[in-house]
């Protein structure tokens, strides 16, 4: 199983390092092949080390240059990060990026050799259609992405059940992780509102490889609770 911390626009650069330092000390017992990885936000990258992967939340498909107010590769590889989100749909739909930029990002960083975590997700006016429209939807988020590409991991993410507490249910994440793997056959996550309370349901799904955690990932007592369920 993957375990992603994505903190979004919280915490701070000192409250990253005891994050980090508190899930340091306590990651010693995970499973060997269970994969652990922490998107702080950018201002608190550093070099940490440890049972963990760190990813960039967001950068510009840039080395370096002329961008005002973006970080671009230089930027990350002082801290040796070659993995990042791309596609969130917090991204897409509260900043504005279009798929074919979000396309242009992926094309840069998989010519990096980044890691990427791609993210797709419907809203719930098209979930309220059917699996079919979702479907549709998820595919055309894919338009101009190499889906063949090696450094890859797809997190599933219906947008309603981004931070409402209402996770989607066991038969949704089944039917939709299914169809997906018949397009893409890469790890899979699912996220959307996992916690403690759901971790044992929803990883216990078949094509569930993992899972990409916003609120409940804050702390670290939260978040370890999802990766020793
Ligand atoms: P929540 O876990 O807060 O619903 O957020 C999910 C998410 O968007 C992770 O990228």
Request: charged share 25%; hydrophobic share 40%.
């Amino acid at each position: 199983m993957i375990y992603a911390a994505n903190f979004k626009t919280n915490h701070t650069r000192e409250s990253t390092k005891e994050y980090i330092t508190d899930l340091q000390s306590k990651l010693g017992d995970k499973k060997p092949e269970d994969r652990v990885f922490v998107f702080p936000p950018l201002t608190a990258l550093d070099s940490f080390e440890g049972d963990f992967t760190i990813g960039a939340q967001n950068a510009y498909p840039v080395e370096n240059g002329a961008y005002t107010g973006e970080v671009g590769v230089e930027q990350l590889s002082e801290f040796n990060i070659n993995t990042i989100l791309i596609g969130h749909s917090e991204r897409r739909d509260t900043i504005g990026e279009s798929q074919e930029q979000v396309a242009k990002k992926f094309a840069f960083f998989k010519e990096q050799g980044f890691e990427i975590i791609y993210c797709i997700g419907e809203s719930l006016e098209v979930r309220e259609q059917g699996i079919e429209a979702v479907m549709e939807h998820l595919v055309s988020q894919f338009e101009g992405i190499d889906t063949t590409y090696d450094n890859f991991v797809v997190a599933y993410e219906p947008i309603w059940a981004i931070g409402t507490g209402r996770s989607a249910t066991v038969a949704e994440i089944v039917e939709t992780h299914n169809a997906l793997k018949q397009i893409v056959d890469k790890p899979l996550l699912y996220g959307g509102s996992v916690k403690g309370a759901n971790i044992a349901e929803i990883s216990a799904i078949s094509n569930v490889d993992g899972v990409l955690v916003g609120g409940a990932s804050l702390k670290t007592e939260t978040f370890l609770e999802l990766v020793f369920h």
